[in-house]
């Protein structure tokens, strides 16, 4: 199958601190893979790694078979934690400026707008938007180039019940039009029900890796493997 | 093709309330200096020179463009690191090559700009009183050239402090407190001078060896200054322009 994502021992230091160290995984096509863990196990830190957001200490990672990850990034589509936008301006120019970076057209605007239920309010300051018209502001944005790779961090934090419940539609439907994707989350009832795959990390190593039905054998649930192989 | 799509995505971040503040500030004042000079010239009965009003007119709208400019720069670099949106640019596909380019290229036309509109402010404050002559005596290539330079320095300057802390309010406490300590040194190292009976001949200018005044200084004296400070001046302008690229550059960006 063909590898949209491989991470070879993948290791970042701060000083002496080390918060990822020497991990190594991989993605297959249409596969939607679950990054787990507590805080500080080293889950953004991996995606910010492959987002060349930070530069790893060592180790290598390839996206659509390149090491080139800024020319890979403009086919993935990426949403991370903490929502990122121009507040002051609207939700319409916030996509021109990803439109623009992105390389796509901005006819693609308006359906990556009416996908996420933003169409009414496409022309508001983006800083009158709720927490989850901003997440889902991010979704469209992520959409924008209809990429066949999608990397989300951590996308329901800090959404209320039915900002989760819509993300967890947004993530589904995404997932079911066979999509990869990989996904750093504490949900892990919805990680149960979204992933293919999942890798559990704990202090920057990953402590467990495969397909969820396997590590799921004889298992209640997910949770309960998850915090008997972190605790 | 690439340098069109990062100046529009750039261009596309400008509206801001912000930024229409600080534009309406530099009107106001440079409208405001130029009417206040040409005012005080044309009610001074020529007692004061041409020289001198030029002279004014340059120190007093080079200072308040310069720090309305080093604002700006500071904000909105420094809005891109606090809102995310760096990361938001990062992941959507540029290079950090790509990022420092696109800032690089609006400031400097944004240098333009402020230029332009300083001298439209200093022709409508000569026009309206009757001064348009003094206008074109003091309007010199020097004049010129000075104004702008400066303006792209300080430009520089602000890039590099931005760049290095990542922080727009500590960014222009540190751009006020530089300028504080290098004035503070030239007054120190002239009051040591002038009362140490010791030291023999003519003092150096010592503002023409510190990074945030030797431009000004060197601009300044250009008819006397020794080619050292030129030279020393000469490497602040390619530090300035490297430093920002390599602290940019090298480190992580964090959220």
Redesign the interface.
Known sequence: MDKILEVNQLSKRYGKKSAVNGISFSIEKGQVYGLLGPNGSGKTTTLSSILTLLKPTSGTIKVFGSEDLTSALKRCGVLLESASYYPELSAVANLKISCSIKGVDYSAIDAALERVGLTEDKNYKVKTFSLGMKQRLNVASALLNDPQFLIFDEPTNGLDPLGIAEMRQILMDLAKEGRTILIASHLLSEMEKICSHVAILKKGKIIDEGEISQIMKGQESLESYFLNITA | MKLN??L??EL??L????NYILLGIFLLLNLAISFLFFYEFSSSDQSQSLEDLGRQVLTSQTSLSSLLIAIFTIMSIGKEYK???L?????????RD?FFVGKLLILFLCVCFAFLLGIICLFIGALSLGQLSEFSEIITPPFLINFFVELFYTVLFAMFLIYLIRKSTMSIVMYFLWGFIESISVGIYAAIYQFNDDVDGEPINLANYLPKSSIDSVLNTAATVEWSAVLVTSIYIVLMLYLPYYLFTKR????
């Open positions: 799509r990062i529009t995505s596309l971040k509206p801001r309330m912000g809102d995310g949106t990361r938001k640019n990062i992941i959507d596909g540029y290079t790509d992580d960006i964090r959220s």
